[in-house]
């Protein structure tokens, strides 16, 4: 068992299959109900997130990482990033990668309780091996610039790859002067990669 546990989420393929009832009582119904609220022009933020946590009480994964993304946002005129860490811890500790990507993200930049190197690398290391993109390119960063570990350029370059193959996009080109990021904040660099790709 590693730093959060195994667990694997569940899919649904379309909005069209959960239609909501008036008061959906499913997790799926509920979760994909306060997803409509959010293609509403404006976008219904507190009254989605109202439904994300109603999932999200049930275990749904995605809805508790939904509640994690929403405590933290800059439109959240209560932002609190001990709520959202515990949004994530629900999900991450069930072995969930883009909670435990989220999680350590947020630890990694000073939030939560103070962590040391070592452990954020092993939290990114799991989440990248339960497929997580972003959490592998966090992991190349480490390597790269030794936080958390001896620096190994190779294991970086090994890094890098996965996310590019877990991403389906090769991004590596934009690491390609590895020289150059010694002088980039690497939260910047994830940021990015972030907007661009999810």
């Keep these: 068992m590693g730093l959060f546990g195994f667990g694997k989420k569940k899919k649904i393929e379309t909005i069209e299959a959960v239609k909501p009832s008036p008061e959906p009582t499913d997790a799926e119904e509920q979760f994909y109900y306060a997803k409509t609220l959010l293609k509403n022009s404006p976008p219904d933020h507190e009254k989605a997130y109202i439904w994300f946590q109603k999932a999200a009480k049930q275990g749904h994964h995605e809805a508790q990482v939904q509640c ?70 966090e992991c190349g960063l480490m390597y790269y610039h030794g936080k958390g570990s001896p620096a190994s350029k190779s294991v970086a370059e090994a890094y890098f790859q996965k996310a590019a193959q877990q991403a389906k996009h090769d991004f590596v080109h934009k690491i390609a002067d590895l020289d150059l990021i010694t002088t980039i904040n690497s939260g910047n660099l994830a940021e990015a990669f972030l907007k661009e790709h999810f």
Excluded: M, R
Excluded at 91 to 103: D, F, I, N, V
Excluded at 117 to 135: D, V
């Design 68 to 137: 994690g993304l929403w405590c933290c946002s800059d439109l959240n005129p209560n932002k609190n990033y001990y709520d959202a860490i515990n949004w994530f811890a629900d999900a991450a500790s069930e072995g969930y990668a883009k909670a435990q990507y989220y999680y350590t993200l947020l630890h990694a930049q000073g939030h939560g309780d103070p962590v040391d190197n070592a452990f954020i690398l092993g939290c990114y290391k799991e989440a990248s091996a339960g497929g997580s993109a972003p959490a592998s390119y």
